[in-house]
């Protein structure tokens, strides 16, 4: 056999199938998630021009292993039918591998805003019927997979020589040589793109909106194994008391609060936007329990989560540490560094202190995080009868909830107790006898769930307002992010809106309803129950209390890989910490619209304050975590 045939076979074809896939996957990744990138056409067209390069030096780095197989082997008189199934299995495990990461990201990366990486294998281990439901419920995802299987079978049909053996016509010389020609021109490639295959320095080529689309995650991917857990690295803009000054991260509390001594309760509403319960909404899901719930309480209409994901989020409301790494805190590398939370505080001074969520006995790792952070007792839903688990992720929110009213009635007082709800999660079960009690206004898929969590909390509210326990609670309800699957909101999200969640603190003894404009978010819960519950400890938290009007009140939300945004009541800024610079800068209009400011020659002195104050909010961050230094 010609040995120019048989590289084209086994070399250029199968190279030319994976880099196929690679843009494939990215235009219907475009396709299925254009409303999360701004429109700008030239951009888009930039951002997909620049992509090519990535994918082809993607494509290289997961063929050289292959290649150097090829390469010993072309230096053999007879290639063996063993060798070419070696090389065959190669291709076979790289193509399942680049699809599957490649076509799973068009549907998971409205998720998190980010590719998929070594975090998400948490996820697939922990929600494997939630996938499958996923699959039932979107075909489009079962026919890709038709087709990738269908792409496969030919693709190995077209590329391979089936024969016991077969001999080349090309001498050991000239193999030699143009083996060497080969790996100069490969090995010159990446050192003169090298600065494209990186995901961490996709901000340098393309616009901060636009990095998602220029990355693919089997890059990512590979790149987060590589990388380990974090990306933490020592900063340095400012001297460390400097950067103290500027971003305090302890906060001492109230110890002559009003509400010294109370039990606390916190709700976390998975999946739950702000405009499920913004009364300006008038597309809002019905939930007339917590309209009439949020008139009776303090309700912060500028309230923001402070990441993507459930665990994420539970890190930042019972640490008050922000998650800005690859990781939530309590699975990343630094999970074993000693660390201050709202819940070793409680209980130094007497709280018992619970936690409750109706799925499996480590869901996510809530078990390990909420032990490390403080929480003694673990309440999972394992032990319910089947006919009260929603087939995905755990039992309904309804029965759960009338559990944990039963639990809380035996507490010895004060108690610190944090529910975490399941129903209103994609796919948005709900008992099938209650279909039909909630009336919807479109039809979205989240609408009839987030009725039935406001019914769910209707009958619990019923089932405990007459306890000894209630008049002495008090209850803050947050979300752990908003809803990005099958919603009218999914469709309209920009950076701001895509962290906007409701906030809100019931006091039964004080049910004065009010409405406060002032940013908040989800590391400013731990020093705000700290002030509630009148404990005299200083305590970390890259947050405020709620009720500190002297501080200057903001938000950190990590937007990419190595992309954060700075959120104040004004502004939204993106900045790139890795390369130190500033990306793009938003004024923030009505109803979560954005505004670019593309002079920014014209920015106010108080505007340009801002990016000083985000590079000490991240070296505090970065550098007290790899220093070890977030207990004091």
């Not at 731990?526 to 209390?545: E, K, N, Q, W, Y």
Request: a positive charge; hydrophobic letters at 40%; one cysteine or more.
């Amino acid at each position: 056999m010609k040995t120019s045939t048989f590289l084209r076979k086994y070399l250029l074809m199968r190279f030319l199938i994976i880099l196929a896939i690679l843009q494939v996957a990215r235009v219907l990744f475009f396709a299925y998630n254009r409303e999360m990138f701004l429109s700008g056409t030239s951009e888009i067209i930039t951002t997909f021009f620049k992509s090519i390069i990535f994918d082809l030096l993607s494509t290289f780095l997961y063929f050289i292993p292959y290649i150097c197989l090829l390469i010993c082997w072309l230096f053999l008189k007879e290639i063996r039918r063993w060798h070419l199934h070696l090389l065959t299995i190669y291709f076979s495990v790289l193509f399942w591998i680049v699809s599957i990461l490649s076509f799973a990201d068009i549907f998971y990366y409205k998720f998190n805003l980010r590719r998929i990486n070594i975090e998400t294998l948490q996820l697939v281990s922990d929600s494997k019927s939630s996938i499958f439901n996923f699959g039932i419920q979107h075909p489009f995802s079962l026919f890709l997979l038709a087709m990738l299987g269908i792409a496969y079978y030919f693709s190995i049909k077209k590329t391979g020589v089936h024969a016991n053996s077969i001999t080349l016509d090309t001498s050991i010389k000239k193999v030699a040589i143009g083996s060497l020609i080969f790996l100069a021109i490969v090995i010159n490639l990446f050192l003169w793109f090298a600065k494209y295959l990186s995901p961490m320095s996709a901000s340098l080529l393309v616009s901060a909106g636009y990095t998602g689309l220029y990355t693919n995650s089997p890059q990512v991917f590979l790149y987060s194994l590589h990388s380990g857990w974090t990306y933490i690295k020592p900063l340095h803009y400012f001297s460390d008391h400097d950067a103290d000054q500027m971003v305090p991260v302890f906060y001492a509390s109230d110890s002559s609060a009003p509400h010294k001594g109370r039990n606390i309760v916190v709700f976390i509403l998975e999946s739950f936007s702000y405009s499920y319960l913004d009364k300006n909404n008038v597309d809002k899901p019905s939930t007339p329990f917590f309209d009439s719930l949020i008139s009776h309480s303090t309700f912060f209409t500028n309230a923001y989560a402070n990441n993507t994901t459930s665990a994420n989020g539970l890190c930042s409301i019972l640490s008050g540490i922000p998650s800005l790494m690859n990781q939530p805190f309590f699975s990343s590398a630094y999970a074993s560094n000693p660390v201050s939370s709202i819940g070793l505080a409680l209980k130094k001074h007497g709280y018992q202190t619970n936690f409750f969520l109706g799925a499996n006995d480590d869901h996510f790792g809530f078990k390990k995080g909420t032990k490390l952070l403080g929480i003694d007792h673990y309440h999972h839903g394992e032990a319910f009868p089947k006919s009260q688990h929603d087939g995905t992720w755990g039992i309904y929110d309804e029965p759960f909830l009338q559990f944990f009213a039963t639990q809380t009635e035996q507490m010895n007082q004060p108690f610190f107790n944090v529910f975490f709800t399941i129903s209103s999660h994609f796919p948005f079960k709900i008992p099938d006898s209650l279909i039909h009690s909630f009336p919807t206004k479109h039809n979205y898929p989240n609408e009839r769930a987030v009725s039935y969590v406001d019914y769910a909390f209707r009958k619990f509210f019923e089932k405990v307002r007459n306890t000894k326990w209630f008049q002495n609670t008090v209850f803050i309800f947050t979300a752990d992010h908003v809803s990005k699957e099958n919603t009218r909101e999914s469709a309209t999200f920009n950076f701001n809106s895509y962290y906007h969640i409701p906030i809100f603190i019931f006091d039964p003894k004080h049910p004065q309803g009010k409405e406060v404009s002032n940013l908040v978010q989800h590391t400013d819960i731990p020093p705000t129950i700290a002030d509630l519950a009148g404990i005299p400890d200083t305590i970390l938290s890259f947050g405020r209390s709620f009720f500190d009007s002297t501080s200057y009140h903001y938000t950190v939300n990590r937007y990419s890989e190595n992309v954060v945004q700075f959120i104040d009541t004004a502004i939204l800024l993106q900045y790139d910490i890795l390369n130190n610079r500033l990306l793009d800068l938003y004024a923030i209009q009505k109803n979560d619209a954005l505004n670019k400011i593309t002079d920014q020659d014209k920015l106010s002195e108080a505007q340009r304050s801002v990016v000083p104050l985000l590079k000490a909010y991240m070296q505090q961050y970065f550098n007290r975590h790899y220093f070890n230094r977030l207990y004091k």
